[in-house]
């Protein structure tokens, strides 16, 4: 069975995933957790900010899994599904939109930020950190503005701190599902997800692709059947979904 997570608690840091980067820089063995009260940098892909006022959960997570490289990208789909089965227990029913998005009615309850580094030469992952931006008790006008919910909006009152270690214990389940035969972890993700069979419009570094998005493959990539065939999109061209 894996160990223990270890925590460490912050009030305000910049980016807790720059924190957790800079702990696997140093050779942390990882299974630890960086939180945050607030982030005054909080950050989503591409440099995209991510509204970190108090109230919110924001948890990096450093974790070593032995993983081939090609299946990386079923990571932020693992943390998509943990958090998402987290809010369920709470009586959310959080939908997700790949590669990274949980939303509720269509607005952002959660969002996952996965930043890995490569064993040199080698096809196997050396570390990665899986930030987890979760709004719990914000009710403010910032976070709808950036189109985003709060579990607080949704009805449900808990609070940050109770809801990492059940987070923590979803990952690790979602990670060896990874890590395993990902069937499972698949079915877990595209059962919530409604996108799939729906038009999409997927915003790439080399241009957009157009169709409809059929499924998700055994390492993570999108599916999208254009009318030049199906397309596979890895998470690394990705700028933007569109529904
Ligand atoms: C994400 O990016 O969804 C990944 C967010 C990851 C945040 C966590 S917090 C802990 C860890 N430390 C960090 O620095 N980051 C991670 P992306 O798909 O690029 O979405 C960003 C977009 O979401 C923004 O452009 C806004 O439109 C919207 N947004 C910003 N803050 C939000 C919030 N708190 N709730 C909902 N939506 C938000």
Redesign the pocket.
């Known amino acids: 069975m894996a160990g223990a997570w270890r925590i460490l608690e912050r009030d305000s840091v910049g980016?807790?995933?720059?924190e957790a980067r800079a702990l696997a820089q140093a050779g942390d063995p990882g299974r630890v957790a960086v939180v945050a009260r607030r982030?005054t940098?909080?950050?989503?892909?591409?440099g995209?900010?991510?509204?970190?006022e108090p109230g919110?959960l924001?948890?990096?997570a450093l974790l070593r899994p032995a993983l081939p490289a090609a299946r990386a990208g079923l990571l932020p789909l693992a943390a998509g599904v943990a958090v998402a089965e987290a809010a369920e227990r709470l009586g959310a029913r959080p939908e997700l939109r790949w590669p990274?998005?949980v939303l509720v009615g269509g607005r952002?309850l959660a969002?996952?930020?996965c930043e890995a580094r490569f064993a040199p030469g080698a096809a196997a992952l050396e570390w990665v950190v899986i930030?987890?931006?979760l709004?719990v008790q914000q009710r403010g006008p910032t976070?709808l503005a950036?189109?985003?919910t709060s579990l607080a909006q949704l009805g449900i009152a808990t609070d940050p701190a109770a809801l990492r270690g059940p987070l923590l214990a979803r990952l690790d389940a979602a990670v060896a599902q990874a890590q395993g035969s990902p069937d499972t972890l698949l079915a877990a993700w595209m059962r919530r997800s409604p996108m799939l069979g729906k038009p999409v419009q997927v915003m790439t570094h080399a241009g957009p692709v157009g169709g409809s998005a059929e499924r998700v493959s055994s390492e993570g990539a999108l599916i999208v059947r254009t009318t030049d065939g199906l397309r596979e999109i890895h998470d690394p061209d990705l700028v933007r979904v569109e529904l």
């Not at 995209?48 to 970190?52: I, L």
Request: proline fraction near 3%; aromatic fraction near 6%; avoid cysteine.
């Open positions: 980016s807790t995933n720059d982030q940098a909080g950050r989503g892909r591409l995209r900010p991510w509204v970190s919110g924001y948890l990096s990274n998005d952002k969002g996952v930020l930030g987890v931006g709004n976070l950036a189109g985003g």
